[in-house]
């Protein structure tokens, strides 16, 4: 199930689109609450490394949920029919 969900069509894309959307909401958490909208440039490599694949992380499995999920309900109606 693993590789019909990473081969989908627009599964790759949605998890970029996840991913900067997540980014984006938590570089306003992050830096916007504080007032200091420049601090990222602040931060050492590794922190920014580390936001950036957590973001990934959670686009990667929100994408894969929802995936997921609409292939089960292909296979499910499939089934059905």
């Keep these: 199930m693993f590789k019909r969900v990473v081969n989908y069509p627009g599964f790759w894309k949605s ?3 996840l991913s900067i959307i997540y980014g984006f909401i938590m570089y306003v958490i992050q830096f916007g609450l504080e007032g200091n ?12 490394a580390i ?8 686009g990667f499995f929100i994408a894969y949920g929802k995936f997921w999920r609409k292939l089960k309900e ?7 029919s």
């Design 37 to 48: 909208w420049g601090a990222i440039v602040h931060y050492k490599w590794s922190a920014i």
């Design 74 to 80: 292909q296979d499910y109606r499939d089934k059905s």
């Design 51 to 58: 936001f950036v694949m957590g973001s990934f992380l959670v």
């Design 15 to 17: 998890v970029v689109v």
